[in-house]
């Protein structure tokens, strides 16, 4: 089978979305962090009732402590607004366009209403790869271009 095709053809669905990590706009960035650990995620989506406002991630995250940024203010204040978003329908190759042109390592995923279903990780798109290419994967020597420091043999 053509891996093209499949790429073309299969929703973000079979590309192993996780459950979204919600936040409301109000809460506390220091409360968010708290939530971050806890959850051993690298991003929330910031929004009410399923409708997306902004993502705040990890990057945000290690910006505002490099500025010494007050971690009492309203993630609002501080996340990204609006964030690129895939929908339930669209194909693997478009998500893994949208990541690539726009630098994004998440994608929130979203009905034909605009709710929240879900977010596409970059990890989800690798196991999704590794499925469709195990022989491939799971064949590649732990480091792939070695080189020896000496001559061998004799």
């Given amino acids: 089978m053509n891996?093209?095709?499949?790429?073309?053809?299969?929703?973000?669905?079979?590309?192993?979305?996780?459950?979204?990590?919600?936040v409301e706009p109000q809460t506390a960035v220091c409360e968010v962090f708290l939530l971050l650990k806890d959850s051993h995620a690298g991003h929330v989506i910031v929004g009410q009732a399923g409708e997306i406002q902004g993502i705040f991630t990890e990057r945000d995250a290690l910006k505002l402590m490099a500025e010494g940024a007050d971690l009492q203010i309203p993630v609002a204040e501080v996340m990204s607004r609006d964030p690129v978003t895939m929908r339930v329908d669209d194909t693997v190759g478009r998500a893994i366009t949208s990541m690539a042109q726009g630098g994004y390592r998440r994608l929130p995923v979203v009905d034909e209403t605009a709710t929240l279903r879900g977010v596409l990780k970059s990890s989800g798109i690798l196991h999704y790869l590794v499925q469709h290419f195990p022989a491939v994967i799971y064949n590649l020597p732990p480091q792939p271009h070695h080189k020896t420091q000496e001559r061998e043999g004799a």
Avoid: G, K, M
């Fill in 3 to 22: 891996f093209q095709l499949r790429l073309d053809a299969e929703s973000v669905e079979h590309a192993f979305p996780s459950a979204p990590l919600t």
